[in-house]
């Protein structure tokens, strides 16, 4: 008996109620909101996304890294609705309640730093990275920040400022934030290697900024935007030191690697070290808008009264969200399933890169891997026209794909973690389709 499967496919894609709602979209919505693919959803279940036309697809983007425990988890779904029914917002610095006590209690038995622990919870990661920042900088009265080549932080000033991407996230938006400073990132495909990169670092504090004025060195653990390029254990191990010799806040920005998505529960457990402010958002709440920042305790609570807040920070129906999700962690051993899937899909990246001379690397932690594509092995050159080429395919045949990269010629993947074997291989076996579709 064949095996079900997930992807069905009803009309072309776009159908015609999509191209129908695009054609509205085109009129309605602010052209910048760009939409990377045809897809208009109408109903979405672990890891699959069903559009207005009927149309199944299995989903390897999960929302950009939201869905790690699947679209519509009955438990999140059941914390939603019943919090929905008992009150929607009141401003926790107003009125408290204890579900913001208790996620922060349980989210800090998770993170991987010793010690005493507080939290504090925003909308977007783009604020809680903002937000650890004043954190820092609150703690060591100092006002400068390094952030790292490749890094995406956010959309808002200084998070923006932090971010190294020019197109489209930066480009005529400038002036930008003051005091921030940016060293290169360690990458195993392109270079610079750890000691390099740890090396230009340590310059930047002779020739570019004094360490006594640095207030935190801001790092992801495995570079999302970037182009899912992992911190060698050196690189962070030196980023420990560096801020331990100096006074430095060192901040893990774990917005896309938190959550199972490495393998581990945080990305920092990869390292034997600790960070002292640790960014989640994302899957935190299994697709509403939360954030967080979680670090110790003489960090978060040196500030003044005030420092930090806003009106919706830490919304009620969202913590209950993210109160299931982490029960959803816990009793479904979704890290487990993370590494399963992760080890799933290298085998079958690292055979498409024997066949086909395109794939140029293969990276990755755990379920956070990507696929590099060049014009050929010798010149490295960056192939974005193939990238996309690829993910157009892909979708062709009901798989939704991402490309992501600081030349956007990399494809990663974001399934959610709760996949199952057979949505997994026949996910696979379609982008593969699709890379002999393009490659020949």
């Not at 085998?347 to 590099?372: K, S, T």
């Amino acid at each position: 008996m064949a095996a079900t499967r997930a992807i069905e496919l009803r009309t072309e894609i776009p159908g015609p109620r999509a191209r129908e709602i695009l054609e509205r979209e085109q009129h309605a919505v602010a052209h910048p909101l760009i939409v990377h693919g045809p897809v208009v959803a109408a109903e979405a279940s672990g890891a699959t996304i069903t559009d207005v036309d009927g149309n199944t697809f299995l989903d390897f983007v999960g929302g950009v890294g939201v869905a790690n425990v699947g679209h519509n988890h009955p438990r999140v779904v059941e914390a939603i609705t019943a919090q929905a029914e008992r009150f929607l917002h009141t401003d926790f610095t107003v009125v408290p309640y204890e579900s913001y006590v208790e996620l922060a209690e349980r989210l800090s038995a998770h993170v991987p730093i010793s010690g005493e622990k507080r939290a504090a919870f925003f909308n977007a990661g783009t604020e809680a990275v903002e937000n650890a920042v004043k954190l820092a900088r609150l703690y060591t009265r100092r006002q400068a920040v390094i952030a790292f080549d490749g890094a995406f932080h956010g959309r808002t000033l200084l998070a923006l400022t932090m971010t190294s991407k020019t197109h489209p996230y930066k480009k005529g938006l400038g002036p930008f934030a003051p005091e921030v400073y940016r060293a290169p990132f360690p990458n195993r495909y392109r270079g610079p290697d750890a000691e390099a990169a740890l090396a230009a670092l340590e310059r930047m504090l002779s020739t570019h900024v004094s360490a006594d004025h640095v207030a935190a060195i801001v790092f992801e653990p495995e570079q999302g935007e970037g182009g899912f390029i992992p911190a060698p254990p050196a690189f962070v191990e030196g980023l420990r030191r560096i801020c331990d010799e100096n006074g430095i806040v060192l901040v893990a920005d774990e917005v896309q690697t938190g959550f199972g998505r490495t393998g581990r529960m945080f990305a920092m457990e990869h390292f034997d070290v600790e960070a002292d402010l640790v960014i989640v958002a994302k899957s935190i709440a299994g697709g509403l808008p939360l954030s967080g920042v979680v670090g110790r305790a003489e960090i978060m609570d040196d500030p003044h009264d005030g420092a930090i807040g806003g009106t919706f920070i830490g919304n009620p129906v969202a913590l209950a969200a993210a109160l299931a999700v982490l029960d959803v962690f816990e009793e479904e051993d979704v890290v487990a399933r993370a590494v399963t899937v992760g080890n799933t899909i290298r085998e079958r990246m690292l055979a498409w890169q024997a066949r086909w001379r395109e794939i140029g690397d293969v990276r990755g932690l755990g379920a956070m891997l990507a696929v590099e594509l060049v014009r050929d092995a010798e010149s490295m050159k960056p192939a974005p026209e193939l990238t996309t080429a690829v993910i157009d395919e892909a979708l062709r045949r009901g798989l939704i794909l991402l490309k992501a990269g600081v030349y956007g010629n990399c494809i990663r993947v974001l399934c959610p973690l709760t996949i199952s074997d057979g949505e997994l291989d026949e996910g696979l076996a379609v982008w593969e389709g699709a890379l002999g579709a393009v490659f020949g």
